[in-house]
């Protein structure tokens, strides 16, 4: 009874300061009546349930004179009273309902009737000190009226700022002005009120009015009561009691509707007043601070913003990353192994993720030191333990996830974050592990990390950048970006992400294919990157790093001592360093994007271009190091001369540019006399002529077959000699008729022109009757490549044809075959091969060998292997009687292919290896067992049609070319070919199949036919000096 009482006058003040009830009279009706109400008659008043309502009347009476009292001014402002009265009125609820609780409860099966009994089964009893929904209403309601009156009254400018924001909201209007306290007695009225009111805020059902809306408005006076400048001064005691009472009252709460509550009245206070400053420390040194506090920040700063909007997520970063806190190392060190956490975190959702990693840019930008240290060091490690000599025992036993690690990163330092040369600093010793990863080539992390690092390298200056590219490549060794063990290595897993592996022996194969793999994605990088003033230094410094002397002899000091696996090794890593380097200027130079870049500015280029040609004139010892020596000169006189036969047709050359080439010219005589390889020496005789005449001469000069005879020794003067003597150029042609011109109208004129007109004609013939071996070599140089192509056609053709004058330089089309053979462009290998197959009767040993193993091991495109197996076919019908001789490399190579993955290479090598077959005849040899187990399994076993088209198709292919001696080279398998051959006709599914095997069939009908029924001759032989033959 009481309660409701109590409740009635929480009611009858709740309506105040809403319309109808704004005046002052209003307030002090309310007040008088309740006061007569609850004081009345207070010794002898009696509950009627007997319940005796002096005590919590006493209470009531002894809050409202103790708060009156801090007072010391009269008249006192009625809307004051009116606040002291709520306070009194809620502390008076509170305890009323705390004896509630003490009271025993009627057991639930009092009730006797049956509804009674069944509803006290189904229904839980109500706590006793639970109150209705309207009574909570009215609770915030009259709080209301506390804080816009009493508690308004007592607070500074600072902390008063959201109560008046929200009195404006709320349009509270009592009176004609704002309560006010004296400034002496603010401390007094507001701490008595709010220890009246802690245990109210913190009772179970009835705080919740005062913990959730009107949180903001009991924190802004707590904060004060703590924190405020003249209470911190002043109070000391009161501040630390109250400092205990706020964690007290925190614990009761929701930690997420705290924090969002503390981000508002941040975001509100103005900046250099106390109140910001305190917020923020009570934001960082209370939850931030505590286990889980950065995600519960970045929660409630989410819950209050668009996670999607980019700047509303810096501004919640940086409540964590640009905390006032004069401690920087504890601030690191506490939140940053929870950031590197919530960054390994498999399910995080986009727009936290986003903020995390914002957080992180913006502590790098505050301090790179201690983020690396802090914040990084976890999401890194997994690819940093790859570079430590414990990789090999880490890995194998580790759950980490690589794959999650490197998108992570990709978030970090690309997607998400803005790039600056702080943060991407701190990717420095994950670098070589990352260019692993991005040399996978069937991994989706592959674009991940090499974008990764062409934003690392976008950050760097050139120098550093090329720096960075000379240890990822592996020419150069850095303890900031340590290499990957060669011990372990990085395989795609089944999902197409990344994971570790042991590698068993680190073998030279090992290490070679892992480079190789590495500068092709290298390449990738530099592509991406469009920096073309760091490709040209990397270029340069490429140069620098090839020494084709590292395996001269060199003297060893006598101290020291070195085994010969110290020597070996040393040998290799000299070796592996000109390999890389070479292999790295092979694949610039095939990039079209790359070369642009770096010819754009020849004066640039050109000193670059020179000192890769004087490497080609140093002196080696070694025979591999001296064939990688040849194929670097060539390719850079190949690259320099279609280069500039493009411009000279697009006439983009400039006098300038002549001029810079023709530095050129040195080196490349230099070059000339050092190097023994003649299509070399061709191909530099080319640009030369090209250079001096300014892109005039672009055909070969004089007479090639000379040129090949008389050697390499000839010095620079006598080749222009020979080349003066063999033939003339347009250019030459025009002077010297001008010459002739001048002397004819000198002398006899008659004589002279009819000289000139001799001249004239033999000229005129000489240049019409020009050899299409000639014209095939001019497109041979020919910047576009399908004229390229074609002139490698066209060769081929004339070697097929048996041409004399091709014939006589097939030595130097066999290096151009073979040359041509290391083109990517498909159309260029294609023909290469086939010009490789014509020439096969002439050198054989070289030919067999060379499309063997291409067709073997070559990395080439399905299509382009499908092609070189009708080029082994065509090359086995050119050997003819020197096919048996050679027979196991061209079977070998086409088993191998057999057992390839593709089907069309399994097709197309079945087809060839039936042609070999059937020219091999009885030279087939023992090997027709296991020539016919295989068959007999593919068309068995083989899931793919074409596949089983051309195994049937070779047995075919194998009777005929055996004919009537079938029954003696497979005698011992005869019989279960026909097996099989029926068995395939009767369940293959695939027609032509079925037709392919009646074919068979009928071959070892026709052949059996004939052996047993052989046919009758009607002729006689008479012996008349020799004794007939037995007929038994």
Same mark, same amino acid.
């Given at each position: 009874?009481?309660?409701?009482?109590?409740?009635?006058?929480?009611?009858?003040?709740?309506?105040?300061?809403?319309?109808?009830?704004?005046?002052?009279?209003?307030?002090?009706?309310?007040?008088?009546?309740?006061?007569?109400?609850?004081?009345?008659?207070?010794?002898?008043?009696?509950?009627?349930?007997?319940?005796?309502?002096?005590?919590?009347?006493?209470?009531?009476?002894?809050?409202?004179?103790?708060?009156?009292?801090?007072?010391?001014?009269?008249?006192?402002?009625?809307?004051?009273?009116?606040?002291?009265?709520?306070?009194?009125?809620?502390?008076?609820?509170?305890?009323?309902?705390?004896?509630?609780?003490?009271?025993?409860?009627?057991?639930?099966?009092?009730?006797?009737?049956?509804?009674?009994?069944?509803?006290?089964?189904?229904?839980?009893?109500?706590?006793?000190?639970?109150?209705?929904?309207?009574?909570?209403?009215?609770?915030?309601?009259?709080?209301?009226?506390?804080?816009?009156?009493?508690?308004?009254?007592?607070?500074?400018?600072?902390?008063?700022?959201?109560?008046?924001?929200?009195?404006?909201?709320?349009?509270?209007?009592?009176?004609?002005?704002?309560?006010?306290?004296?400034?002496?007695?603010?401390?007094?009225?507001?701490?008595?009120?709010?220890?009246?009111?802690?245990?109210?805020?913190? /009772?179970?059902?009835?705080?919740?009015?005062?913990?959730?809306?009107?949180?903001?408005?009991?924190?802004?006076?707590?904060?004060?009561?703590?924190?405020?400048?003249?209470?911190?001064?002043?109070?000391?005691?009161?501040?630390?009691?109250?400092?205990?009472?706020?964690?007290?009252?925190?614990?009761?709460?929701?930690?997420?509707?705290?924090?969002?509550?503390?981000?508002?009245?941040?975001?509100?206070?103005?900046?250099?007043?106390?109140?910001?400053?305190?917020?923020?420390?009570?934001?960082?040194?209370?939850?931030?601070?505590?286990?889980?506090?950065?995600?519960?920040?970045?929660?409630?700063?989410?819950?209050?913003?668009?996670?999607?909007?980019?700047?509303?997520?810096?501004?919640?970063?940086?409540?964590?990353?640009?905390?006032?806190?004069?401690?920087?190392?504890?601030?690191?060190?506490?939140?940053?192994?929870?950031?590197?956490?919530?960054?390994?975190?498999?399910?995080?959702?986009?727009?936290?993720?986003?903020?995390?990693?914002?957080?992180?840019?913006?502590?790098?930008?505050?301090?790179?030191?201690?983020?690396?240290?802090?914040?990084?060091?976890?999401?890194?490690?997994?690819?940093?333990?790859?570079?430590?000599?414990?990789?090999?025992?880490?890995?194998?036993?580790?759950?980490?996830?690589?794959?999650?690690?490197?998108?992570?990163?990709?978030?970090?330092?690309?997607?998400?974050?803005?790039?600056?040369?702080?943060? +991407?600093?701190?990717?420095?010793?994950?670098?070589?592990?990352?260019?692993?990863?991005?040399?996978?080539?069937?991994?989706?992390?592959?674009?991940?990390?090499?974008?990764?690092?062409?934003?690392?390298?976008?950050?760097?200056?050139?120098?550093?950048?090329?720096?960075?590219?000379?240890?990822?490549?592996?020419?150069?060794?850095?303890?900031?970006?340590?290499?990957?063990?060669?011990?372990?290595?990085?395989?795609?897993?089944?999902?197409?992400?990344?994971?570790?592996?042991?590698?068993?022996?680190?073998?030279?194969?090992?290490?070679?294919?892992?480079?190789?793999?590495?500068?092709?994605?290298?390449?990738?990088?530099?592509?991406?990157?469009?920096?073309?003033?760091?490709?040209?230094?990397?270029?340069?410094?490429?140069?620098?790093?090839?020494?084709?002397?590292?395996?001269?002899?060199?003297?060893?000091?006598?101290?020291?001592?070195?085994?010969?696996?110290?020597?070996?090794?040393?040998?290799?890593?000299?070796?592996?360093?000109?390999?890389?380097?070479?292999?790295?200027?092979?694949?610039?130079?095939?990039?079209?994007?790359?070369?642009?870049?770096?010819?754009?500015?020849?004066?640039?280029?050109?000193?670059?271009?020179?000192?890769?040609?004087?490497?080609?004139?140093?002196?080696?010892?070694?025979?591999?190091?001296?064939?990688?020596?040849?194929?670097?000169?060539?390719?850079?006189?190949?690259?320099?001369?279609?280069?500039?036969?493009?411009?000279?047709?697009?006439?983009?050359?400039?006098?300038?540019?002549?001029?810079?080439?023709?530095?050129?010219?040195?080196?490349?005589?230099?070059?000339?006399?050092?190097?023994?390889?003649?299509?070399?020496?061709?191909?530099?005789?080319?640009?030369?002529?090209?250079?001096?005449?300014?892109?005039?001469?672009?055909?070969?000069?004089?007479?090639?077959?000379?040129?090949?005879?008389?050697?390499?020794?000839?010095?620079?003067? +006598?080749?222009?000699?020979?080349?003066?003597?063999?033939?003339?150029?347009?250019?030459?042609?025009?002077?010297?008729?001008?010459?002739?011109?001048?002397?004819?109208?000198?002398?006899?004129?008659? %004589?002279?022109?009819?000289?000139?007109?001799?001249?004239?004609?033999?000229?005129?013939?000489?240049?019409?009757? %020009?050899?299409?071996?000639?014209?095939?070599?001019?497109?041979?140089?020919?910047?576009?490549?399908?004229?390229?192509? /074609?002139?490698?056609?066209?060769?081929?053709?004339?070697?097929?044809?048996?041409?004399?004058?091709?014939?006589?330089?097939?030595? /130097?089309?066999? +290096?151009?075959?073979?040359?041509?053979?290391?083109?990517?462009?498909?159309?260029?290998?294609?023909?290469?091969?086939?010009?490789?197959?014509?020439?096969?009767?002439?050198?054989?040993?070289?030919?067999?060998?060379?499309?063997?193993?291409?067709?073997?091991?070559?990395?080439?495109?399905?299509?382009?292997?499908?092609?070189?197996?009708?080029?082994?076919?065509?090359?086995?019908?050119?050997?003819?009687?020197?096919?048996?001789?050679?027979?196991?490399?061209?079977?070998?190579?086409?088993?191998?292919?057999?057992?390839?993955?593709?089907?069309?290479?399994?097709?197309?090598?079945?087809?060839?290896?039936?042609?070999?077959?059937?020219?091999?005849?009885?030279?087939?040899?023992?090997?027709?067992?296991?020539?016919?187990?295989?068959?007999?399994?593919?068309?068995?076993?083989? %899931?793919?049609?074409?596949?089983?088209?051309?195994?049937?198709?070779?047995?075919?292919?194998?009777?005929?070319?055996?004919?009537?001696?079938?029954?003696?080279?497979?005698?011992?398998?005869?019989?279960?070919?026909?097996?099989?051959?029926?068995?395939?006709?009767?369940?293959?599914?695939?027609?032509?199949?079925?037709?392919?095997?009646?074919?068979?069939?009928?071959?070892?009908?026709?052949?059996?036919?004939?052996?047993?029924?052989?046919?009758?001759?009607?002729?006689?032989?008479?012996?008349?000096?020799?004794?007939?033959?037995?007929?038994?």
């Amino acid at each position: 009874m009481a309660l409701q009482v109590l409740f009635q006058h929480v009611k009858d003040l709740a309506v105040l300061g809403t319309p109808g009830h704004t005046s002052l009279e209003t307030v002090t009706f309310e007040v008088e009546k309740i006061k007569k109400s609850l004081w009345q008659d207070e010794q002898s008043e009696t509950a009627q349930d007997g319940e005796d309502k002096s005590d919590f009347h006493l209470q009531i009476h002894t809050t409202f004179r103790k708060l009156l009292s801090a007072v010391n001014t009269t008249p006192l402002d009625v809307r004051l009273e009116c606040g002291f009265l709520v306070v009194a009125i809620l502390q008076g609820i509170q305890s009323v309902l705390g004896k509630e609780i003490q009271k025993p409860r009627q057991p639930p099966g009092t009730d006797q009737s049956k509804a009674g009994r069944r509803n006290a089964a189904q229904i839980p009893p109500a706590p006793p000190d639970l109150i209705s929904v309207q009574q909570a209403k009215d609770v915030e309601a009259v709080c209301r009226v506390l804080f816009y009156t009493a508690v308004l009254g007592c607070l500074d400018n600072e902390a008063s700022l959201y109560v008046k924001m929200m009195l404006a909201k709320n349009k509270f209007i009592l009176g004609s002005d704002l309560p006010s306290v004296p400034q002496e007695c603010r401390h007094a009225v507001l701490s008595e009120i709010f220890k009246s009111l802690l245990p109210v805020m913190k /009772h179970e059902t009835l705080g919740t009015c005062m913990r959730g809306p009107m949180f903001p408005e009991v924190l802004s006076s707590i904060l004060q009561l703590c924190f405020g400048p003249v209470e911190v001064k002043n109070f000391p005691e009161d501040t630390a009691f109250f400092r205990d009472q706020m964690e007290s009252l925190f614990m009761c709460m929701d930690t997420n509707h705290a924090i969002r509550q503390i981000l508002l009245l941040k975001g509100l206070a103005q900046r250099g007043v106390w109140f910001k400053k305190v917020c923020g420390l009570l934001l960082v040194r209370r939850f931030m601070f505590q286990p889980g506090g950065v995600a519960a920040v970045i929660g409630a700063g989410l819950s209050i913003c668009n996670g999607k909007d980019w700047q509303q997520c810096e501004a919640v970063a940086s409540l964590i990353a640009q905390a006032k806190i004069s401690n920087m190392d504890q601030l690191y060190s506490t939140a940053g192994p929870q950031i590197a956490e919530l960054l390994l975190q498999e399910e995080l959702k986009p727009e936290i993720l986003r903020v995390v990693v914002l957080t992180v840019a913006q502590m790098a930008r505050r301090s790179a030191s201690l983020t690396a240290l802090h914040v990084t060091h976890s999401l890194l490690k997994p690819l940093v333990d790859t570079t430590t000599a414990e990789a090999r025992r880490i890995f194998p036993s580790s759950d980490v996830n690589l794959t999650l690690c490197i998108t992570r990163i990709h978030k970090l330092f690309v997607e998400i974050a803005t790039p600056t040369v702080t943060l +991407t600093s701190l990717l420095q010793p994950v670098l070589c592990p990352l260019m692993a990863v991005a040399a996978l080539m069937t991994s989706h992390l592959r674009s991940k990390t090499q974008q990764i690092l062409v934003r690392y390298l976008s950050q760097q200056q050139k120098g550093e950048a090329v720096e960075t590219l000379l240890v990822l490549s592996g020419l150069q060794k850095s303890s900031a970006s340590p290499s990957v063990d060669p011990r372990v290595e990085f395989s795609v897993d089944d999902e197409g992400g990344v994971k570790v592996t042991n590698v068993e022996e680190v073998t030279d194969d090992n290490i070679l294919e892992n480079d190789d793999r590495l500068s092709k994605s290298l390449i990738t990088v530099l592509e991406t990157l469009k920096n073309r003033a760091v490709i040209l230094e990397f270029y340069e410094r490429l140069a620098e790093c090839i020494n084709f002397t590292v395996l001269n002899e060199k003297k060893q000091s006598p101290t020291l001592l070195l085994t010969d696996e110290d020597v070996r090794k040393e040998q290799f890593e000299g070796m592996r360093k000109v390999s890389l380097g070479t292999n790295l200027l092979s694949l610039l130079a095939d990039s079209d994007a790359l070369t642009n870049d770096l010819f754009q500015d020849l004066s640039a280029a050109v000193p670059f271009v020179d000192r890769l040609i004087k490497a080609g004139c140093q002196e080696c010892n070694d025979e591999h190091l001296r064939k990688t020596q040849t194929t670097l000169v060539m390719n850079i006189v190949v690259l320099i001369s279609c280069y500039v036969s493009e411009r000279t047709l697009r006439k983009k050359m400039s006098s300038e540019d002549w001029k810079g080439l023709k530095n050129l010219v040195p080196s490349l005589d230099e070059v000339g006399e050092n190097i023994q390889d003649e299509t070399v020496l061709l191909y530099i005789e080319q640009l030369r002529n090209l250079l001096l005449t300014h892109g005039v001469v672009q055909t070969l000069p004089g007479d090639i077959q000379s040129g090949a005879k008389q050697g390499t020794q000839e010095d620079v003067s +006598t080749k222009k000699g020979r080349n003066d003597k063999s033939g003339k150029t347009e250019v030459e042609l025009d002077e010297k008729d001008n010459k002739t011109k001048q002397e004819l109208n000198r002398n006899n004129i008659g %004589k002279l022109q009819n000289k000139g007109e001799d001249k004239k004609s033999h000229d005129m013939q000489s240049q019409e009757v %020009k050899s299409t071996y000639k014209e095939a070599m001019d497109d041979l140089f020919s910047p576009l490549l399908p004229v390229r192509g /074609h002139s490698l056609l066209a060769l081929g053709k004339l070697i097929e044809q048996r041409d004399p004058e091709t014939l006589l330089h097939k030595d /130097h089309l066999l +290096t151009i075959f073979q040359h041509n053979l290391k083109d990517e462009d498909s159309y260029i290998y294609l023909m290469a091969v086939q010009g490789l197959s014509v020439l096969c009767d002439a050198y054989p040993d070289k030919i067999v060998g060379i499309l063997t193993a291409e067709f073997s091991v070559g990395e080439r495109t399905v299509e382009d292997r499908a092609k070189l197996a009708e080029a082994l076919t065509r090359a086995s019908r050119r050997l003819g009687p020197l096919l048996p001789h050679y027979k196991e490399q061209f079977i070998n190579a086409l088993l191998a292919g057999v057992r390839d993955g593709e089907p069309l290479v399994r097709a197309a090598s079945l087809s060839s290896l039936g042609d070999v077959i059937k020219l091999l005849r009885f030279s087939i040899g023992p090997i027709v067992h296991e020539v016919f187990q295989l068959l007999h399994t593919i068309i068995s076993h083989d %899931k793919e049609a074409e596949v089983r088209r051309a195994a049937v198709l070779v047995i075919t292919l194998l009777l005929q070319g055996l004919g009537q001696d079938a029954f003696s080279v497979l005698k011992e398998v005869i019989r279960d070919l026909y097996r099989a051959l029926r068995l395939v006709h009767t369940t293959d599914p695939d027609d032509v199949v079925r037709l392919h095997a009646q074919l068979a069939m009928e071959e070892i009908d026709t052949i059996t036919r004939a052996f047993l029924l052989p046919k009758l001759s009607l002729s006689k032989k008479i012996y008349v000096t020799e004794m007939p033959p037995s007929p038994f």
